[in-house]
């Protein structure tokens, strides 16, 4: 079946960095891809939807110029945190979806800022 | 209101019951659904997919009702590893996918 990558598994940086985290989809071309955060004990939340070629769509809430996503390939989109602080802490996972099939989730990141 | 709803529980129930989760979805042109399970601290994983007719897959029995825009999953027997987050996603288009909250479920020995 169709795999979706995502590396980091875990990443630990001091307050200030930025953290660049890759979803890849492995076996298949995604135009689209979704980018969502989790804290501990609550439920997934879509943060933006990652376009091929085009700017990323960001839900309400969330800061694009905090959350950078680059989706320079149709196997490639990237999140990168910027100057991250002790509450960006949480788990991001990515997901991608071929056409007419489920969605598939990368493994996720655990993002700790210390 | 939101895309799809769910009712977040948490489901305790004993070893052995039988536990049915409903989810709703508010746009007509939705056209694909699912079920994932998402394990404490992990990504989340597809259960089973959900089609017209109902389906099943073992202890699991999931279906669909267009009419009234809701989807369903019956687990009966629960097992102790049954106790997980269920969530429902449902699909439009080529690549739009909208998940449930999830609904948390607990089997108790």
């Known amino acids: 079946g169709a795999v979706v990558s995502q590396h980091p598994s875990w990443v630990i940086c001091k307050s200030g960095t930025s953290v660049k985290i890759e979803c890849r989809s492995l076996?298949?071309?995604?135009?689209?891809m979704f980018w969502y955060r989790q804290f501990p004990k609550q439920s997934l939340m879509l943060m933006a939807t990652?376009?091929?070629?085009?700017?990323?769509?960001?839900e309400q809430g969330v800061e694009k110029d905090k959350f950078l996503i680059n989706h320079a390939s149709l196997t490639l989109s990237t999140l990168t945190v910027t100057s991250a602080h002790p509450e960006d802490s949480s788990f991001y996972i990515c997901s991608a979806s071929p056409q007419n099939t489920e969605a598939f989730f990368g493994q996720g990141t655990r993002l700790t800022v210390v | 209101r939101k895309e799809v709803e769910q009712d977040p529980g948490p489901f305790n129930v004993p070893e052995g019951a039988t536990v049915a989760f409903n989810c709703t979805y508010s746009n007509s042109a939705s056209q694909s659904f699912f079920w994932y399970r998402q394990d404490c601290r992990k990504e989340p994983k597809l259960l089973m997919s959900v089609y017209s007719s109902g389906n099943e897959d073992g202890r699991f029995t999931a279906q669909l009702n267009r009419a009234s825009q809701y989807i369903s999953l019956l687990i009966r027997d629960s097992k102790l590893s049954d106790s997980a987050t269920y969530l429902c996603v449902v699909k439009r288009g080529y690549q739009k996918v909208t998940f449930g909250t999830g609904t948390k479920l607990q089997v108790i020995p």
């Open positions: 990652s376009n091929e070629g085009s700017k990323a769509t960001y």
């Open positions: 076996d298949f071309q995604a135009t689209t």
